[in-house]
């Protein structure tokens, strides 16, 4: 079956750093989801990426899709203590119901 | 708020008793879905169900039974659970499950099994 990778499981940086996150698909994806889990809370949409080599921006996160199509990543550039939170991605294939990644917690220290 | 809630967002129950989680969506979707969230586990897909047919089952343990009466809830009945039963029980909604729909999370109910 489908299998989506993501690492790091956790990430500690300081605040102002930058941050990335990937996700691998061991098979090629149609498209490519991204939530936030806040502390405490529930997993969030984000976005969406459909095409190959797609790149979209939300202010200081900025997502990738492999041209290939079976990897991405979630970058934030200077982050700040708001972002901490775990960040899934969820892959599928189709008219296959995504598969979730294992979520890359972020911890911002002030 | 998602326009999806859960009831109960706690619950402390023991191995023998038998209880109920319900989720209602507002959103006017076709799919809904129970996920599990344990401390050192990814989120488990349980059950997926589209306009009330269950399409989904990934290997859920019969202790676990899920029940969609119309599009709008959904409920996970729940019956001799063991203390590794503990977490935190996701419901979602979508608008399909064709993969490409974002899912609507619920702010969940957190589950202890004693």
């Known amino acids: 079956g489908q299998q989506v990778m993501q690492i790091p499981q956790y990430q500690h940086v300081q605040e102002g750093e930058d941050f990335t996150t990937y996700c691998n698909s061991s098979?090629?994806?149609?498209?490519i989801q991204w939530y936030k889990q806040r502390p405490g809370g529930h997993p969030v949409f984000l976005i969406q990426?459909?095409?190959?080599?797609e790149v979209k921006k939300q202010k200081r996160l900025t997502f990738q899709f492999g041209e290939a199509k079976k990897n991405s990543s979630l970058h934030i550039t200077a982050t700040q203590t708001t972002d901490v939170g775990t960040y899934f991605c969820?892959?599928?294939?189709?008219?296959?119901?995504?598969?979730f990644g294992r979520g890359t917690s972020l911890i911002v220290h002030p | 708020e998602t326009g999806v809630t859960q009831t109960p967002r706690h619950l402390v129950m023991g191995m023998t008793n038998k209880k109920s989680l319900k989720c209602e969506q507002h959103?006017?979707?076709?799919?809904m879905y129970w996920y599990k969230q344990s401390a050192k586990k990814p989120l488990e897909l349980m059950f997926v169900?589209?306009?009330?047919?269950?399409?989904e089952n990934n290997s859920v343990p019969s202790r676990f039974s899920p029940e969609c009466p119309n599009s709008s809830h959904l409920f996970l009945h729940l019956h001799t659970l063991q203390p590794e039963d503990s977490a935190l029980y996701l419901c979602?909604?979508?608008?399909?499950?064709?993969?490409?729909?974002?899912?609507?999370f619920g702010p969940g109910t957190r589950l202890t099994v004693l």
């Open positions: 169900y589209s306009l009330e047919e269950r399409v």
């Open positions: 979602a909604s979508s608008r399909g499950t064709g993969g490409g729909d974002e899912q609507f």
């Open positions: 098979t090629t994806l149609s498209n």
């Open positions: 990426l459909v095409k190959s080599g």
């Open positions: 969820a892959g599928s294939g189709g008219s296959y119901i995504p598969t």
């Open positions: 959103l006017g979707h076709n799919a």
